[in-house]
């Protein structure tokens, strides 16, 4: 028969974890439905749109700044800044201009080096004299942008690139066409991985911003979210945490039956012991920070080549304290498995960390 008591026992031993995965995989469905529509397709290619059409824009508005005094000119970028800043639609259509097709179709590749080249000039003339490897290296891309097999290469590169637009167009217009008769949407722009991760990111307090909602609703959904499962990974980090540090007094010479001790900050033979007590747990705890540490190092030494061995050991000490600067990032954007697994892999480590504050702070009050 289950009473309050033996269901604390369960709690404690291990049903909070598996109420928190539950209720992890409930909220990443919640998110899912929300953002996985086509409000939310919209959206997001829109968003992009305006960031591009915002960057254009303030470019003409410093430009008509420097030529105030030409009035032809200025009126002529003021027409511009007005057409593309005010009017709503111009996201929508500037989403749909691809310039390497421009580029191939109008046969601008060739003018489009000849720019780059130019530019390098300019860039040679203005080093430093004594700057020889800067110049030796501009001369051999100077002579490599005017080469006519230069031209050639990207010219076939350009329309190769315009045969696969083509191609991928009528390949997504037939799928497009295959699921809209089956009633779904053309595509899923927030598949359940991607709540998966989402979720993740948020309870373990490592966001980076590789997808968030763009609905309103999954931004309230993303509110509630962090109201209830922060302090609940919390809560599992706390209850996983306590019985490794009364492990470690055991083994260490203060054994559970010793909890009337004095108060830490009292000046006694026994709280000088509990304090030392304390210490050396806190520096087994390190040693098992560092260890794990190292063990995620070398994974991405051999796994993210393109990474140096400082970068990797920033992010990886980054990640263990729960900061999701988003700066560097050792996995593709779009790979949500190993996404998904990293932050499973850190709770480990984040309840070593835990126990590690949970041992370090009476010493330091």
Sequence with gaps: MWNYERFCVFWRRGGNWAAFV???????????????????????????????????????????????????????????????????????????????????????IKSTLEVVRDEFLRIKEGLDKDDSSGRELADAFIKLLSEDDTVSAFRLLGEDHEKKVVADKKETEKKCLEKRNEGQPCEENW?????????????STTGRGTKTPITTGGKLATIILIIIQIPFFLHCLATTAAPINRMLDT?????????????????????????LVMLQGFLVLASVILFYMGLSIVYHLYS?????????????????????????????RYA?????????WNIPGQIVTFAMLVRVLPLIS
């Design 22 to 108: 539950l209720f992890w995989f409930f909220a990443s469905a919640v998110i899912h439905a929300l953002e996985n529509s086509e409000q939310n397709k919209e959206l997001d290619i829109e968003e992009e749109s305006k960031r591009d059409v915002g960057i254009i824009t303030g470019f003409l508005k410093e430009k008509r700044n420097d030529f105030q005094n030409d009035t032809k000119l200025t009126n002529q970028l003021e027409r511009m800044i007005k057409l593309m800043d005010e009017s709503p639609n111009m996201p929508r259509l500037w989403r749909k201009v691809d310039f390497e097709l421009v580029m191939a179709k109008h046969k601008m």
């Design 191 to 203: 598949s359940f991985w991607h709540s998966l991760h989402f979720t993740s990111n948020v309870f």
């Design 251 to 275: 083994i260490l010479g203060i054994s559970s039956k010793h909890d009337d001790l004095e108060d830490l900050t009292m000046e006694t033979a026994n709280s000088r012991q509990r304090q």
């Design 304 to 332: 993210t080549s393109w990474l140096t061995f400082s970068e990797i050991v920033y992010f990886n000490f980054v990640r263990i304290a729960s900061l999701g600067f988003g700066d560097i990032l050792p996995e593709a």
């Design 336 to 344: 949500l498995a190993t996404g998904i697994c990293r932050n499973l």
